[in-house]
């Protein structure tokens, strides 16, 4: 399975991912967090300036994620460890579109017009068929993208 394969399921399946972030205090947090994009440029979330989340993550830029699909018999996995960054706000109005969440969790426009883009761009990865028995790793490092990619993004 490539690693297109395993962020497709990630953004289009399962949609939404438990994020674990640590506080100033190295206590853990954990929250489930919307999918705005995930390809092999990593993955891309948004969060506002005023959450807990948001705080965590200028603190400490080390985060896990997992998310889990079960479809008839097919139970899906993913796990992600790795490193965040602040990415600028031109691709905002691609990971708002089609959100069915964004309304809810932000309900006024200046919210929205408020929140951050966040890209998990270097890290390592795994996804598992827990009824199949399927295995793989991957890794995400955006740094080693090309220009073209990166302009892509």
Known sequence: MEIEDIMDILQ???????????????????RHVTIGVAN???????????????????HNQNVAVTGLLEEDYL?????IEGVVRKV????????????????????KEADRQSVQVFQ???????????????RYTFELDADQLSQEEVDAL
């Open 75 to 79: 139970v899906q996995v993913i796990r």
């Open 120 to 134: 998990l761009f270097k890290g390592d990865g795994f996804y598992h068929s827990l009824t199949q028995g399927h």
């Open 88 to 107: 600028g706000r031109e691709r905002l109005e691609e990971l708002l579109a089609g959100n069915p969440y964004v309304e809810n969790v932000y309900p």
């Open 40 to 58: 092999k440029h990593g993955i891309f979330f948004i969060t506002h300036p005023k959450t807990n989340f948001y705080k965590q993550l200028e």
């Open 12 to 30: 289009n399946k399962m949609k939404v991912a438990v994020f674990a972030t640590v506080d100033e205090e190295n206590k853990p947090h954990a």
